[in-house]
């Protein structure tokens, strides 16, 4: 878990003086990897008070984390340092908070990330890492995972020392996120809720916090609120959905998000929404609601996704949604190899 939480309004304040304590001494900085869209962002970029040699590191995060840009990173970081970092800050979405907790990790284990792809690989504890997230609905700012697209497959480094050390929920730096993006990213947390509440893994831990985060979804996009109020609600949504899945898992949505992210670059956010919306079969009732949802909010799903794609690209994606066995094996129960087969999954992703 997450050991350290402020929440509030204007809590982004209190970096500073969190971060004080945690330095360990002049030499090793805090290293800061914020989203490039804050860049003149001044209301974020003069809270942060640098010294010694801390600094700042812009990322773009038109592409999702890789496992060479992660290496890269821990390298460059390497070199400019005289002394491993007092810690790691991540300030933006799902991107840089995987990016912040995959630097953080690497910086205390050697090799390539790529070697620690999967369930319980990482032996040393990361540095220090505190994340602060600007848009609310993946949970990676409470999960205990960083996901990373590598040469082979997209898969998180899942490890009981990924969660970050420290989360500042502050609900006013979610101001300005496009409507769209807002949605979408909303909707990675509904649809989280949806996979561990139907799944086979579910148990009453997981469960308490899907019903709230699936609660919170439901008020936030389908009754009137306050734009301040669904910017609290949906940033604690995101929390509990997160914290439900940590503690079970998600299901068919994101096993074929994967396959869509890793051959065609879809994000993951629209991605499940491409996905989620064809499947009726396995979700009903909350496919309906999310019809509902995307309706109120005039969101238009892009059509023919997969349209163009050659027999080898679908085998890819096919392939890399079959991986994801504890996905299925969620959504299915333990015989799912018996139901799902190659042909039905090009089947929903032709409908895409
Ligand atoms: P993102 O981080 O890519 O951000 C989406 C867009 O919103 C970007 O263009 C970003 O610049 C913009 N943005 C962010 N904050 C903003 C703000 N306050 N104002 C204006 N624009 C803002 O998207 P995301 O949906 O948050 O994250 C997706 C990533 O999260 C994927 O890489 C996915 O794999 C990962 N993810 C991780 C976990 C986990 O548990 N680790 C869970 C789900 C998803
Ligand atoms: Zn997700």
Redesign the pocket.
């Known amino acids: 878990m997450v050991s350290r939480i402020v929440y509030g309004r204007g809590s982004f304040g209190q970096l500073n003086e969190i971060l004080a304590p945690e330095r360990k001494n002049e030499r090793a900085p805090f290293i800061y990897l914020i989203?490039s869209?804050f860049k003149t962002n001044d209301n974020i970029i003069s809270k942060i008070s640098l010294s010694y040699d801390d600094y700042l590191i812009f990322i773009s995060?038109e592409e999702?984390?890789k496992v060479s840009q992660v290496d890269l990173l821990v390298e460059d970081i390497i070199l400019n340092t005289k002394a491993i970092p007092s810690g790691i800050i991540g300030i933006?979405?799902?991107?840089?908070?995987?990016l912040a907790k995959a630097v953080a990790l690497m910086l205390t284990n050697n090799g390539s990330s790529e070697e620690y792809q999967g369930w319980d690989l990482v032996k040393n504890p990361a540095v220090y890492h505190l994340g602060v997230p600007?848009?609310s609905?993946?949970?990676?700012e409470v999960?205990r995972?960083?996901?990373l697209n590598g040469a082979k497959m997209k898969l998180?480094i899942n490890s009981d020392f990924t969660p970050f050390d420290q989360v500042i929920l502050d609900p006013d730096?979610?101001?300005?996120?496009?409507n769209e993006?807002w949605f979408?990213?909303g909707m990675?947390c509904f649809i989280h809720c949806v996979e561990a509440l139907n799944g086979h893994f579910i148990n009453t831990f997981s469960q308490s916090y899907g019903e709230m985060a699936y609660a919170l979804c439901k008020e936030v996009f389908l009754s009137d609120l306050k734009h301040q109020e669904k910017q609290n609600k949906l940033m604690m949504a995101s929390w509990h959905g997160?914290m439900s899945i940590a503690y079970s898992q998600v299901g068919v949505a994101h096993a074929l998000s994967y396959g869509l992210s890793f051959v065609l670059g879809i994000?993951?956010?629209i991605g499940n929404c491409i996905v989620f919306n064809q499947l009726q079969s396995f979700y009903p009732k909350d496919v309906l609601l999310f019809r509902q949802m995307m309706g109120r909010h005039n969101i238009q799903l892009p059509r023919g996704v997969c349209e163009n794609l050659s027999d080898a690209q679908f085998d890819d994606m096919i392939d890399i949604a079959l991986r994801l066995e504890p996905l299925w094996e969620n959504a299915v129960g333990k015989d799912w190899k018996q139901t799902i087969s190659r042909e039905l999954i090009k089947e929903l992703y032709r409908k895409m």
Do not use: F, N, R
């Open positions: 989203d869209i995060s999702e984390p933006g979405g799902g991107t840089l908070m995987d600007t848009i609905g993946t949970g990676a999960s995972t960083t996901v998180g730096l979610t101001e300005g996120v496009p993006q979408y990213t990675d997160g994000k993951h956010g």
